[in-house]
């Protein structure tokens, strides 16, 4: 939860309010998870970061994100084909794609999508050992593969832009 008062007084008051309320209800509130802070030194909340004047991705979630795909695009895992690859990783794209696209991410998801397509041509090259040939950003989404940006600007937007 997140509560927001316009001093830090007001702040203060309202946590203990709330400390006595859980307390109430036989709850407690977590302190590792629990801060009182400014806009302008931002917080997490959510899987997002709140800043003054934006909101991002939080770092953990990021995190969170890159150790999912690295566990399913992993370059050791047999002759798996690269369709099953891009079928595993689609809906981790889509989900967390999805979940993130509010606030200012389209250069992030733009970085996103090269590392994943990178993940995917370092899969195809270690596993059949083809140097002489990668797939290519058409082909990977011929294959199927989600784009990150494609979440934030579909392509029939994108379309009537131009």
């Known amino acids: 939860m997140v509560i927001l008062c316009k001093t830090k007084v007001q702040a203060d008051q309202a946590l203990e309010f709330i400390r006595k309320q859980l307390k109430r209800l036989k709850l407690e509130l977590s302190e590792e998870k629990t801060t009182v802070t400014s806009f302008k030194a931002g917080f997490d909340f959510l899987g997002f970061r709140f800043e003054q004047k934006k909101t991002v991705v939080a770092g ?3 995190k969170s994100f890159y150790r999912k795909m ?5 370059r050791h895992q047999g002759d798996i084909p690269l369709e099953a690859i891009i079928a595993r990783l689609n809906p981790i794209i889509r989900g ?23 993940r995917l041509r370092a899969y195809v090259k270690k596993r059949w050992c083809q140097f002489w040939s990668t797939p290519t950003t058409k082909d990977l989404e011929n294959m199927g593969l989600v784009s990150m940006y494609d979440v934030i600007r579909p392509k029939e937007l994108q379309l009537e832009l131009f």
């Open 70 to 74: 690295k566990e399913t695009s992993k």
């Open 60 to 62: 953990q979630s990021l």
């Open 96 to 118: 967390w794609g999805n979940y993130h696209k509010k606030g200012q991410n389209v250069r992030l998801f733009k970085k996103l999508d090269r590392w994943i397509r990178m």
